[in-house]
Nanobody
Framework: QVQLVESGGGLVQAGASLRLSCIASGINFRTYAMAWFRQAPGKEREYVAGFSRTGGYTYYADSVKGRFTVSRDNAKNTLFLQMNSLRPEDTAVYYC???????????????????WGKGTKVTVSS
């Protein structure tokens, strides 16, 4: 009954921008920790950006600071990821994740999240 649906991925050139969206249903969106993860073939799933529970704080991986911005629209139960200055190393499947109980100390750990979307593919060419 919980559903997270990502969209907005695509094929772009280095330096371009994309905005990803995640529409959530079946959860109390305002009280859940929400995050973006990404995974490239042969690599571990890694944290990108997200919100703590209640949305009071935002966190970013060092690799995307200054380039990506995470935001949310509570009225539409939607999480966004604005990605600017994209690089080939940003190429991955991007996943939306949600959890009701996660603490800030462990929000970067994918195993701590109970709910996941199916992902949206981002490919950045040189």
């Amino acid at each position: 009954q919980v559903q997270l649906v990502e969209s907005g991925g695509g094929l772009v050139q280095a330096g371009a921008s994309l905005r990803l969206s995640c529409i959530a249903s079946g959860i109390n969106f305002r009280t859940y920790a929400m995050a973006w993860f990404r995974q490239a073939p042969g690599k571990e799933r890694e944290y990108v950006a997200g919100f703590s529970r209640t949305g009071g704080y935002t966190y970013y991986a060092d690799s995307v600071k200054g380039r990506f911005t995470v935001s949310r629209d509570n009225a539409k139960n939607t999480l966004f990821l604005q990605m600017n200055s994209l690089r080939p190393e940003d190429t991955a499947v991007y996943y939306c994740a949600a959890d009701q109980r996660i603490n800030t100390s462990s929000l970067r750990l994918p195993a701590q999240y109970d709910y996941w979307g199916k992902g949206t593919k981002v490919t950045v060419s040189s």
